[in-house]
């Protein structure tokens, strides 16, 4: 069974950090553009940040409120993808879900829409 699962949200104190990560099972993230996404209540959800597949050069995004903040990378070997969030603000408190989708020479994106693999989320609340 293909899936992705998120880990290492939890509650943390304005300025510090958490890293989270986004494991995929049954199947291999090589050649799968993977996003992370967040949906704050009362909000849609957005695009936070996205990494191309290797053979695209592993090229990453960010919106433009965590940028300089949150890095995204990739463990091939664990065949996850983790979100590295620093000087996190109360504003960055939301449901983080991972996303995946087979796109082997294009750029990752943040149209939620076309994803072909959703994680199930972990909350992130950052505390004042």
């Known amino acids: 069974q293909r899936q992705l699962v998120e880990s290492g949200g939890g509650l943390v104190k304005s300025g510090g950090s958490l890293r989270l990560s986004c494991t995929a099972s049954?199947?291999?993230?090589?050649?799968?553009?993977v996003g992370w996404f967040r949906q704050a209540p009362g909000k849609e959800r957005e695009g936070v940040s996205c990494?191309?597949?290797?053979?695209?050069?592993?090229?990453?995004s960010y919106a433009d409120s965590v940028a300089g903040r949150f890095t995204i990378s990739r463990d091939n070997y664990e065949n996850t993808v983790d979100l590295l969030m620093n000087s996190v603000k109360p504003e960055d408190t939301a449901v983080y879900f991972c996303?995946?989708?087979?796109?082997?020479?294009?750029?990752?994106?943040?149209?939620?829409?076309?994803?072909?693999?959703w994680g199930k989320g972990t909350q992130v609340t950052v505390s004042s």
């Open positions: 990494i191309s597949s290797i053979p695209h050069g592993g090229r990453t």
């Open positions: 996303a995946a989708v087979l796109n082997t020479f294009g750029p990752c994106s943040f149209d939620s829409h076309g994803q072909d693999y």
């Open positions: 049954g199947f291999t993230l090589l050649h799968y553009a």
